[in-house]
């Protein structure tokens, strides 16, 4: 994608990178493949991104109202769930003396395409009301629309009672109900005469699809996600709570060649499709609310797996994606290989079943092959290869073998203890040569160069050092690092220089080449924060990990709930609130799971459903008082459990068979 290239002042560059519209200040609703993007006043102007979306073709992009003659003025837009969002405005109309308004308008829009405007008389009187409504669309494409180059509006037909719009390759159809008194083609615009008594409203749906359909069948999945709910003395938990799993419900999408099956989006507006690695751990999150989704994004992405016998076998595929300016791309197919036998381990502890677990184990011991043939010479996994070995790629590779032995052994497979000592030695080496020792203590490198040279660069991708992954019997993993470092590690994390004050720095505020706002280099990325807060929880640091959730649950709070998948990272002040990044997407699948994950974390639910038991290991101190979080999801059947203010974890609700333990 690229734009025109513009006049360009002295100093810029010839060659820039295309740049994303700005969606910060956008009201959002999606229901994947459908999605509405609207301005906070309501009207859709025809201009920018704003419009009505399926599977990333704009079917409107302009839906301008008209009362009396005049635009409303807008009063207030705000969401009323992932896939609807309401716009208040008022109308004077001159039929009163004063300067109040005598009309009320409420325009409720739903990502399906459906719009319901409420028109209410204040007037003390009789009125007519002339209502006109001007639509318009260029059936672009979301890509060329987010690169600016969009073609300009289709003429259009009147077609049943409202208008439609085609080219070769796609059309759209309003219809509006009640049918308008008129329609033009020509000018796009439909009118009625609405006689309204005093206090009575009147109501126009509109309906925009891709056909005749009268209504879209957006969202409509197979939802394999739990209706669980949060309450707790903070009453922002519920709200987060809920949000999070509106969202990830919003984001669902099939799988066009197996419908039944369904993952979640990577986000909205920008990556409306399939990441491999972000919508597995999205649905690793997710795993408190069931393992269903766990178990139809592993389906589909075991039928991309790479097959014979070469040194691709047993990968998952995936795009190269941006790693900041100091690292090359990085490749989501590596990541999402390794976290593949780590997502199927541990939803096979929350309780996937076992004929679901058989099927998906072939698969997880391609993964597993394909990581024993791609280390390098030195002992360590590039990502992409030839290029540097990653700290975060080495932590997901030994959690893969951790988690992938314990898998092995539980499901009765060989290929455990080798799998073990494997993890044993990389942890040797990783002590050894990624380990950067210093006065204070020492940190991780990033990355070491393909020559060796270690990045000593302190990045939120160190969070994975120390999220592990769980075992049986309510146990951590090992991790890369000994305690000491551990121990060095969770204080770098906690201290000023990466936690903002609302989560934690993709990089540390004083390094070279730190920027709030790069996603990788200084932004807060909502998914990392809550990586780093379940690891410090699960690795004992309490209090690191409180910094870091409070600062959290602050920025959703900020952010209506619904957290961006990053943001500027603007170190806190008194009175401050977090930045936006202008174009980050919003909701993402990974930012809405974190709110699960956080909970989830804080109450320290760790299921061996294998074993029959559950251990319970809260936060300490009880952070945000009394929590209780209920509708879960262990073995297949509702479990719900309550932290007290002292911080002591009580189970409520669980299957029969289910045991306290660990």
């Not at 906070?40 to 301008?64: A, K, M, P």
């Not at 890509?143 to 037909?157: C, K, N, Q, R, S």
């Not at 009147?158 to 020509?186: C, F, H, I, K, N």
């Amino acid at each position: 994608m690229s734009h025109p290239a513009p006049p360009r002042p002295t100093g810029v560059p010839a060659a820039r990178r295309s740049e994303l519209p700005p969606v910060h200040g956008a009201v959002i609703c999606v229901a994947a493949p459908c999605l509405v993007i609207s301005p906070e006043h309501g009207q859709l102007t025809g201009q920018g991104i704003d419009g009505v979306y399926r599977s990333g073709r704009r079917l409107l992009s302009r839906c301008v109202l008209r009362v009396a003659g005049r635009d409303p003025v807008a009063v207030r837009g705000r969401s009323l769930g992932a896939d609807r969002a309401a716009f208040t405005a008022t109308v004077r109309t001159g039929a009163e003396p004063g300067p109040d308004p005598d009309i009320g308008v409420e325009r409720v829009r739903h990502a399906d395409g459906t719009e319901r405007i409420t028109l209410r008389s204040f007037a003390s009187r009789p009125v007519r009301l002339p209502v006109e409504i001007l639509l318009g669309t260029d059936l672009a494409e979301l890509a060329a629309v987010a690169a600016g180059l969009a073609g300009p509006e289709l003429p259009a037909g009147v077609y049943a009672a409202g208008l439609r719009w085609s080219t070769g390759e796609a059309q759209a159809v309003t219809a509006a109900e009640p049918p308008p008194d008129d329609a033009v083609a020509s000018a796009g615009l439909l009118r009625w005469q609405l006689d309204l008594e005093p206090g009575e409203a009147r109501v126009i749906e509109l309906r925009t699809t891709q056909d005749r359909v009268v209504r879209a069948s957006a969202g409509q999945v197979a939802n394999p996600l739990a209706d669980a709910r949060a309450e707790g003395d903070d009453p922002r938990v519920a709200a987060w709570f809920r949000t999070s799993v509106d969202d990830l419900r919003a984001l669902l999408q099939r799988d066009p060649a197996v419908p039944g099956d369904v993952f979640a989006v990577a986000g909205v507006p920008w990556r409306l499709g399939l990441a491999p690695a972000e919508s597995l751990w999205a649905a690793r999150m997710a795993l408190p609310l069931g393992t269903g989704l766990a178990a139809a994004t592993l389906r589909i992405l075991a039928r991309t797996q790479a097959e014979g016998h070469g040194p691709g076998a047993g990968k998952i595929p995936g795009p190269l994606r941006g790693a900041g300016p100091q690292l090359p791309p990085a490749c989501t197919g590596t990541e999402a290989t390794l976290a593949f036998p780590a997502v199927l381990a541990e939803a096979r502890l929350w309780g996937m079943p076992e004929e679901e677990l058989a099927r998906l184990l072939p698969a997880a011991e391609r993964c597993l092959g394909w990581l024993r043939g791609a280390l390098g010479g030195d002992g360590f996994l590039a990502d992409p290869d030839p290029g540097p070995r990653r700290c975060e790629t080495q932590a997901h590779a030994h959690r893969a073998a951790v988690l992938g032995a314990e898998l092995l052994a539980g499901c009765g497979r060989p290929g455990a203890e080798e799998w073990r000592e494997w993890a044993a030695a990389l942890r040797e080496r990783f002590r050894a040569r990624f380990w950067i020792d210093g006065p204070d203590g020492g940190r991780p490198a990033s990355a070491l160069h393909p020559d060796g040279r270690p990045l000593p660069r302190l990045t939120g991708a160190a969070a994975h050092l120390l999220d592990t992954g769980l075992l049986g019997r309510g146990g951590t993993a090992p991790g890369l690092l000994d305690r000491t470092r551990a121990e060095q590690l969770a204080r770098l994390l906690g201290a000023p220089a990466m936690d903002c004050g609302w989560g934690l720095r993709s990089m540390a505020a004083k390094e070279p080449g730190h920027n709030p706002y790069g996603h990788r280099s200084g932004a807060v990325r909502a998914y990392e924060s809550a990586v780093a807060v379940s690891g410090l929880a699960r690795a004992g640091f309490d209090k690191e990990a409180t910094g870091l959730l409070k600062g959290l649950l602050d920025a959703a709070e900020s952010f209506g709930y619904r957290l961006p998948e990053m943001f500027a990272a603007e170190q806190r002040t008194a009175g401050s609130v977090p930045v936006p990044h202008p174009a980050a997407c919003r909701p993402a699948a990974v930012a809405a799971a974190a709110g699960i994950h956080v909970l989830a974390a804080l109450a320290g639910i760790r299921p061996d459903a294998p074993a029959g038991t559950v251990a319970l290991v809260p936060l300490a101190g009880a952070p945000l008082g009394e929590l209780r979080l209920s509708g879960l999801r262990v073995s297949g059947e509702p479990f719900a459990v309550r932290i007290s203010r002292l911080g002591l974890g009580m189970v409520e609700e669980a299957a029969h068979a289910l045991q306290l333990g660990g």
